[in-house]
Every structure is written in C-alpha cells, then in structure tokens.
C-alpha cells in the first residue's frame, strides 16, 4: 500500500474559494485522495 502525504496546502474541497483551509493537508492512498483536512489534523 502507498501513502503519500502533502502538506502546506491551501485547498478548496468543494470548489468554494470562500471556503479554503489555508494550512491544509491531503493523504492519499494508492492513487486515490483518502482524506483532506487542516494540517493539524492529518498526525
């Protein structure tokens, strides 16, 4: 199984850009997005 983590994002998880997470992080799973989030959040 591969992980990969990225950090120090700032995202727009539902296309909002009035609603982005500024120190955000993506995990993901075999080529797939698992999870996104604030950076906080992803330990």
């Known amino acids: 199984m591969k992980r ?6 700032r995202v727009c ?3 909002n850009p009035g609603n982005t ?3 955000a992080a993506i995990a993901v799973e075999n080529g797939k997005i698992a999870w ?3 950076r906080g959040l992803a330990a």
């Open 4 to 9: 990969t983590l990225w950090q120090n994002l």
């Open 13 to 15: 998880p539902k296309g």
């Open 21 to 23: 997470i500024d120190d």
């Open 36 to 38: 996104i989030g604030a």
